[in-house]
């Protein structure tokens, strides 16, 4: 069938199996493929009880029928799971090249399950399978392994583990493409929970396509489109995402110091225009993406991609850094260890709040930039207080007696954007299904950059509903599976209109978002099993009670429980925040 | 005086990051703006018969992101210009 390459690949590592069986059509055309397919596959595979480093967990690859078509950044792939860093479902979604030669293997799922006895890599080379000793490759670095296992961008992908997701540490991402990650929610230690290394992929089939001609036109169409919105052909490429540091400081919602200021003196000297001005080498980009975000940075000690705004911010403002320098080699040092960024730099600066307040008994400081390295690899190899925080900063914090300090939702810890000085993203975080995070539906569009259209960001009332819009959005984009960032300069029409032109099945606009919504619910159904409640639906004291005492953000603490009681409503949940029955029967999941 | 600050690909343009303003609008501030730096123009306004922010443009004045250019300007006022940007 056109779309999907109908195939399931089913490997055992407890036994070394391998089985090929069909992908269910209807599941498909209900969920489309990566975040979806993975959330409805893992309802099936990973019930409650099951610990996330456990041997039942299972590693869950998804490519969609949009991937290796072609089709402008349609190089993503999700992997889902249970995530050891907050129980919930975890889908974390990477760029690169790899998804693209995974799905050339003529496969739309690899399931990994079990543990191997011992260390062990993976190679997939279309329809074949090799099981390798991994016991030379253990303990080795992200891009020594890489290397090692012949990576070529085009030809031969590599996935792998760094030494911390040998670790199991509960923030160690999945990497790619040597400075690709999966990296929210712990996916990492998952993989080292089953003593497995790295997945080579190697594939030489290309997808079938429905509508050749209507599929052409539609790629002709979104190449204009892209080129003619200034943010995908003049923003991204020449600052990358750090360019959003200035903006977001300037109106008051740079988290800074563990979330304890809501602005940051040093914001410039880390901003996009200064990595442009000191550090910058080109820009580059994913597979069959024209928009070139991708930073290659250069500092007296290390060349490569990187960093992103996220990064930049979480060992910046909120760890009170402004050496750019030492924030790109970090980055750096990251990625060949495997470590989420967001969730190390914001554990290590919760570290620093609790260490300024004799909470724990460490040289860590706010500003001390010539610590973080030393941190991070304690972080990766579990040594002395990275021991500690190698568990997330929520775990750490109550270990030593004040959770508070863990900012974070869920156990995941935020990103570079202070609900204070926006109401809405405040509601994303509390009701994101996998913690917090802002790539369930960035309200940065239309509360900051005017994308579609500025709505007041200290606007409570009627909030919800543009939450909702951009999490059904967003859930719809990743189960494509491409960038979200095609989004800005084509409307999700043309995505409907391009997966119907690839899968032959007619979805309208209002049919892929409705995909979204039901993804959406499906995770949620998969948490209230798992045995979260409303009451997991909240944010830290620091951002319901403590308002900034200065800035643009001053006295604004976040109004969730008003906004979260019209969100229910909105999802045609119960007060409680559960589908109804009505719902779930008006998305399908009616049998859930 | 109020003070203007440029951010992003708006410095390369006017070969500056920051300048002062006598205006006491921010539509006349913006004018000016670009009069006195010929490499914006184009860039952050669109002059017809009434002048307009061009789309994507983003402007706060103290921190708060504003679209009205009526709104009277203080001495000690910050105005923060922004092109079109994106990110993540």
Request: proline share 5%.
């Given at each position: 069938m056109a779309g999907w390459s109908?195939?399931?690949?089913?490997?055992?590592?407890?036994?070394?199996?391998?089985?090929?069986?069909?992908?269910?059509m209807e599941m498909a055309r209900m969920f489309v493929g990566g975040r979806g397919l993975g959330a409805r596959l893992l309802w099936d595979l990973?019930?409650?009880?099951?610990?996330?480093?456990?041997?039942e967990n299972v590693l869950i690859f998804t490519a969609g029928p949009l991937t290796a078509t072609g089709y402008q950044t349609s190089n993503r792939f999700s992997v889902t799971t249970k995530s050891p860093q907050t129980g919930t479902v975890l889908d974390a979604n990477s760029g690169g090249f790899w998804g693209m030669q995974f799905r050339k293997t003529g496969h739309d799922v690899l399931i990994v399950r079990g543990k191997s006895e011992a260390p062990v890599w993976i190679e997939i080379k279309n329809a074949e399978v090799f099981f390798h000793d991994a016991s030379d490759l253990w303990g080795m670095r992200v891009y020594a392994v890489t290397e090692k296992l012949g990576q070529n961008n085009n030809k031969r992908n590599v996935l792998c583990i760094g030494p911390a997701g040998e670790n199991l540490s509960r923030m160690a991402a999945i990497m790619n493409d040597r400075e690709r990650a999966a990296a929210r929610g712990g996916p990492g230690a998952v993989m080292g929970s089953k003593n497995l290394k790295a997945i080579v992929v190697e594939g030489s089939e290309r997808p079938e396509l429905a509508d050749k001609d209507q599929y052409k036109f539609l790629m002709y169409e979104t190449k204009k489109l892209l080129a003619a919105s200034p943010l995908t052909s003049q923003a991204l490429p020449e600052f990358g995402t750090v360019v959003m540091m200035n903006i977001v400081n300037n109106i008051g919602a740079l988290p800074t110091r563990n979330h304890q200021q809501t602005q940051f003196e040093g914001a410039e000297a880390i901003s996009g225009e200064a990595l442009t001005d000191k550090y910058l080498v080109k820009n580059t980009s994913c597979w069959a993406c024209p928009i070139g975000c991708t930073r290659i940075s250069k500092t007296e000690k290390v060349e490569g991609e990187g960093p992103e705004f996220e990064t930049t911010w979480a060992f910046g403002a909120q760890c009170g850094i402004d050496d750019l320098a030492?924030?790109?080699?970090?980055?750096?040092?990251?990625?060949?260890?495997?470590?989420?960024?967001?969730?190390?730099g914001s554990t290590i600066a919760c570290a620093m709040e609790m260490s300024e307040k004799g909470y724990i008994?460490?040289?860590?400081?706010?500003?001390?930039?010539?610590?973080?390295?030393?941190?991070?690899?304690?972080?990766?190899?579990?040594?002395?207080?990275?021991?500690?925080?190698?568990?997330?900063?929520?775990?750490?914090?109550?270990?030593?007696?004040?959770?508070?300090?863990?900012m974070s939702t869920k156990g995941m810890e935020f990103p570079a954007y202070d609900p204070r000085g926006m109401q809405g993203q405040g509601l994303l975080y509390a009701t994101s299904n996998r913690g917090g995070c802002h790539m369930r539906g960035n309200m940065l569009g239309p509360e900051v950059l005017g994308l579609p259209k500025l709505i007041d960001r200290f606007q409570i009332q009627g909030k919800s509903s543009f939450v909702i819009l951009h999490q059904n959005s967003a859930a719809a984009v990743d189960s494509l599976v491409v960038c979200k960032f095609t989004g800005m300069g084509v409307a999700d029409e043309y995505f409907a209109r391009v997966l119907s032109a690839v899968t032959g099945i007619q979805y309208a606009t209002g049919d892929l978002i409705s995909v979204g919504e039901r993804v959406w619910n499906m995770e949620r159904m998969y948490n209230l099993r798992e045995g979260f409640t409303r009451k997991d639906d909240t944010l830290p004291a620091r951002l319901l009670t403590e308002a900034p005492t200065e800035g643009p953000s001053k006295g604004w603490v976040v109004h969730l429980e008003p906004m979260l009681k019209e969100y229910y409503r909105g999802r045609g949940w119960d007060e409680n925040g559960i589908p109804t029955p009505r719902k779930l029967a008006d998305l399908g999941l009616a049998n859930l | 005086m109020p003070v203007i600050k440029l951010y992003a690909s708006l410095r390369k343009m006017a070969g500056l990051n920051e300048t002062k303003t006598s205006a006491e609008v921010l539509d006349a501030a913006l004018t000016d703006l670009v009069q006195r730096h010929p490499g914006l123009v184009g860039a952050i306004l669109e002059i017809g018969p009434v002048i307009t922010v061009r789309p994507h443009i983003i402007i706060t004045i103290n921190g708060q992101l504003t679209g009205d250019l009526d709104t009277r300007l203080a001495p000690e006022d910050s105005i923060a210009i922004f092109p079109p940007i994106a990110g993540g």
């Amino acid at each position: 069938m056109a779309g999907w390459s109908e195939k399931i690949l089913d490997i055992d590592l407890s036994t070394k199996s391998v089985k090929t069986y069909p992908l269910d059509m209807e599941m498909a055309r209900m969920f489309v493929g990566g975040r979806g397919l993975g959330a409805r596959l893992l309802w099936d595979l990973v019930g409650p009880q099951v610990d996330p480093l456990a041997p039942e967990n299972v590693l869950i690859f998804t490519a969609g029928p949009l991937t290796a078509t072609g089709y402008q950044t349609s190089n993503r792939f999700s992997v889902t799971t249970k995530s050891p860093q907050t129980g919930t479902v975890l889908d974390a979604n990477s760029g690169g090249f790899w998804g693209m030669q995974f799905r050339k293997t003529g496969h739309d799922v690899l399931i990994v399950r079990g543990k191997s006895e011992a260390p062990v890599w993976i190679e997939i080379k279309n329809a074949e399978v090799f099981f390798h000793d991994a016991s030379d490759l253990w303990g080795m670095r992200v891009y020594a392994v890489t290397e090692k296992l012949g990576q070529n961008n085009n030809k031969r992908n590599v996935l792998c583990i760094g030494p911390a997701g040998e670790n199991l540490s509960r923030m160690a991402a999945i990497m790619n493409d040597r400075e690709r990650a999966a990296a929210r929610g712990g996916p990492g230690a998952v993989m080292g929970s089953k003593n497995l290394k790295a997945i080579v992929v190697e594939g030489s089939e290309r997808p079938e396509l429905a509508d050749k001609d209507q599929y052409k036109f539609l790629m002709y169409e979104t190449k204009k489109l892209l080129a003619a919105s200034p943010l995908t052909s003049q923003a991204l490429p020449e600052f990358g995402t750090v360019v959003m540091m200035n903006i977001v400081n300037n109106i008051g919602a740079l988290p800074t110091r563990n979330h304890q200021q809501t602005q940051f003196e040093g914001a410039e000297a880390i901003s996009g225009e200064a990595l442009t001005d000191k550090y910058l080498v080109k820009n580059t980009s994913c597979w069959a993406c024209p928009i070139g975000c991708t930073r290659i940075s250069k500092t007296e000690k290390v060349e490569g991609e990187g960093p992103e705004f996220e990064t930049t911010w979480a060992f910046g403002a909120q760890c009170g850094i402004d050496d750019l320098a030492a924030i790109i080699e970090v980055n750096s040092l990251c990625n060949d260890l495997g470590l989420d960024t967001i969730s190390t730099g914001s554990t290590i600066a919760c570290a620093m709040e609790m260490s300024e307040k004799g909470y724990i008994d460490s040289d860590l400081r706010f500003g001390r930039a010539d610590l973080l390295a030393r941190s991070v690899e304690d972080i990766a190899y579990r040594r002395d207080l990275g021991a500690d925080m190698t568990e997330g900063s929520l775990r750490l914090a109550t270990k030593y007696g004040h959770p508070e300090l863990s900012m974070s939702t869920k156990g995941m810890e935020f990103p570079a954007y202070d609900p204070r000085g926006m109401q809405g993203q405040g509601l994303l975080y509390a009701t994101s299904n996998r913690g917090g995070c802002h790539m369930r539906g960035n309200m940065l569009g239309p509360e900051v950059l005017g994308l579609p259209k500025l709505i007041d960001r200290f606007q409570i009332q009627g909030k919800s509903s543009f939450v909702i819009l951009h999490q059904n959005s967003a859930a719809a984009v990743d189960s494509l599976v491409v960038c979200k960032f095609t989004g800005m300069g084509v409307a999700d029409e043309y995505f409907a209109r391009v997966l119907s032109a690839v899968t032959g099945i007619q979805y309208a606009t209002g049919d892929l978002i409705s995909v979204g919504e039901r993804v959406w619910n499906m995770e949620r159904m998969y948490n209230l099993r798992e045995g979260f409640t409303r009451k997991d639906d909240t944010l830290p004291a620091r951002l319901l009670t403590e308002a900034p005492t200065e800035g643009p953000s001053k006295g604004w603490v976040v109004h969730l429980e008003p906004m979260l009681k019209e969100y229910y409503r909105g999802r045609g949940w119960d007060e409680n925040g559960i589908p109804t029955p009505r719902k779930l029967a008006d998305l399908g999941l009616a049998n859930l | 005086m109020p003070v203007i600050k440029l951010y992003a690909s708006l410095r390369k343009m006017a070969g500056l990051n920051e300048t002062k303003t006598s205006a006491e609008v921010l539509d006349a501030a913006l004018t000016d703006l670009v009069q006195r730096h010929p490499g914006l123009v184009g860039a952050i306004l669109e002059i017809g018969p009434v002048i307009t922010v061009r789309p994507h443009i983003i402007i706060t004045i103290n921190g708060q992101l504003t679209g009205d250019l009526d709104t009277r300007l203080a001495p000690e006022d910050s105005i923060a210009i922004f092109p079109p940007i994106a990110g993540g």
